[in-house]
């Protein structure tokens, strides 16, 4: 429980008080007077804010409290409970909104957790890698229509992908098998923010012309995130992504994330 609620990967998966909104970005210093920070929207793009706080009190495995931007105060305690945990949350409210309006959405976001966090969800493999150019160069690089076919040949020959970056668009990452059947991933680009961070949810499969979102064959991918952060080092950047996986897959991507990796660093330098 205490994982699934403050690991930005799984954060970014339950945050949200109605199926109309999500989280797009995530970030958790988990020490005193580190900061909390989530960006929520709605899926339309319509409306968004950023949610923050400063924490006050850390005590792992059991309570964290943190303070908002305006003074407000949130705790959660977390309690062995007969066949699981007990979380309880409190927050001071807020003037704009009604008592019971707010306590409907913070208690939506506890139920989302409660779902997300019962399925026992797999941490996401992590790969990185220091790379001695600016965090711009290797932001752009990496995306870079020609590159991108480069660093990612180490994964299908024939690796590209049709559609933008831009936040919100839908993508396709393809390629051909070796009897030149194409297949591959519809995904969507759930958060750009320039030369910092990207996220790309999976949402599908592609077989030739078609698109396929649900049934059976996509259930193990739909919904899986694949994320890249662009951490400036000074006179490096450090490039980590983190990414949702089966077991299936685990050691083709633990042999080809590293060499891939390595690819896009000699494109930088």
Same mark, same amino acid.
């Given at each position: ?104 959405? *913070? &208690? %939506?976001?506890? !139920?989302?957790?409660?779902? #997300? ?11 990185? =890698? ?20 480069? *660093? &990612? %040949?180490?994964? !299908?020959?024939?690796?590209? #992908? ?11 990452? =393809? ?95």
């Amino acid at each position: 429980m205490w994982k699934c609620w403050n690991t930005p990967h799984h954060i970014v998966k339950w945050n949200a008080a109605s199926p109309e909104w999500h989280t797009t970005y995530a970030e958790n210093d988990l020490i005193a007077g580190g900061k909390l920070k989530s960006r929520m929207e709605a899926k339309d793009g319509s409306f968004g804010f950023d949610f923050e706080g400063i924490y006050e009190e850390i005590i792992p495995m059991q309570k964290l409290r943190y303070v908002l931007g305006d003074g407000r105060v949130v705790a959660i305690s977390f309690e062995e409970a007969a066949g699981g945990t007990w979380v309880t949350e409190s927050f001071d409210a807020e003037n704009e909104n009604s008592l019971e309006l707010q306590e409907m959405g *913070w &208690t %939506a976001i506890l !139920n989302n957790f409660k779902s #997300y966090a019962e399925k026992n969800p797999s941490p996401p493999m992590t790969f990185q =890698i220091e790379i001695s150019a600016p965090v711009a160069k290797v932001y752009s690089t990496m995306i870079d229509p020609n590159h991108y076919k480069t *660093w &990612t %040949a180490v994964f !299908n020959e024939t690796s590209n #992908y049709k559609g933008s970056w831009d936040k919100g668009s839908t993508i396709h990452f =393809i390629g051909q098998d070796p009897e030149g059947n194409v297949g591959g991933m519809v995904s969507r680009i759930k958060e750009n923010m320039a030369n910092q961070f990207i996220s790309i949810e999976h949402l599908g499969l592609i077989q030739g012309e078609e698109v396929i979102t649900e049934g059976p064959m996509v259930e193990a991918w739909s919904g899986a995130l694949e994320n890249y952060y662009f951490i400036d080092k000074g006179d490096s950047t450090l490039l980590k992504v983190e990414m949702d996986t089966n077991e299936e897959f685990k050691g083709y991507f633990e042999t080809t994330w590293p060499k891939a990796l390595e690819v896009l660093r000699d494109l930088c330098v």
